[in-house]
């Protein structure tokens, strides 16, 4: 339970491809099951998408310290997410989701950085941290 609440509620720290498409394909699944299954009042639906996007920014920012970018970058991302939720309509939300699918392919398909960066250790090392060369 430790490392998926570390997933959703920490901002720090760097996480690699597979546990960033994990925690992402796990937000959109729960956004668009609030969207679609619960009725709920303005300010729990409110609520429930604050604690989504802060959920969501912690994933995308571990994932950007990967790629060695600030975790702030993750705002701009959100923001394009909102604009284009749930389709496209207008000529900026359009913008917004050709700005979302640059992003997924940088976060989702290139790799991290393998050295360490000032954001800590990259994600396979503190897995082997301590382990003995055999």
């Not at 959109?28 to 639906?45: C, E, S």
């Not at 940088?106 to 897995?127: C, E, H, S, T, V």
């Amino acid at each position: 339970m430790t490392a998926l609440a570390d997933l959703f509620l920490n901002s720090t720290g760097r996480i690699g491809r597979s546990r960033f498409s994990a925690g992402a394909v796990s937000l959109i699944g729960a956004w668009i099951a609030v969207d679609a299954f619960l009725r709920t009042p303005g300010w729990l639906h409110a609520l429930i998408a604050a604690a989504l996007l802060y959920g969501g920014f912690c994933v995308l920012s571990q994932r950007l310290h990967d790629r060695g970018r600030s975790g702030w970058w993750s705002g701009p991302i959100l923001l394009a997410f909102a604009l284009a939720w749930p389709q496209p309509l207008t000529l900026l939300d359009w913008v917004a989701t050709a700005a979302l699918a640059l992003a997924a392919f940088d976060l989702a398909i290139l790799p991290g950085r393998k050295a360490f960066n000032r954001y800590g250790a990259a994600p396979g090392a503190q897995r082997h941290r301590g382990a003995t060369p055999g």
